[in-house]
């Protein structure tokens, strides 16, 4: 079992900026792919970011690419998602997500998530 806790949401200026961390407890946070999606009212829940186990490969959506990024640091069982220029369609509540193997891209492919973190750019 993976136990994810987000940190970091809040309410920031269109074109600012936010980190959001995610820590896990657990079993070895090391050997899961991590990732972050993403839902606002009304929608469907929405990928955002994924890495790898090693931290090698990063995939993003179009949406945010060259605006946000993931890292981890397996150290210390934490996943960061970097959130630059952001926009008034980012808001959301955005969740962080672990798997063993490759990462998925679908929201069913993670069994472990946290609680979420809202996240809420004014224009």
């Known amino acids: 079992q993976v136990q994810l806790v987000e940190s970091g949401g809040g309410l920031v200026q269109a074109g600012g900026s936010l980190r959001l961390s995610c820590s896990a407890s657990g079993r070895t946070f090391s050997s899961y792919a991590t990732g972050w999606f993403r839902q606002a009212p009304g929608k469907e829940r929405e990928f955002v970011a994924a890495?790898?186990?090693?931290?090698?490969?990063?995939y993003y959506t179009n949406s945010v690419k060259g605006r946000f990024t993931i890292s981890r640091d397996n150290a210390k069982n934490t996943v960061y998602l970097q959130m630059n220029s952001l926009k008034p369609e980012d808001t959301a509540v955005y969740y962080c997500?672990?798997?063993?193997?490759?990462?998925?891209?679908?929201?069913?492919?993670?069994?472990?998530w946290g609680q979420g973190t809202q996240v809420t750019v004014s224009s």
């Open positions: 890495m790898d186990v090693s931290g090698g490969s990063t």
């Open positions: 997500v672990a798997r063993s193997g490759r990462y998925s891209i679908f929201p069913t492919g993670y069994p472990y």
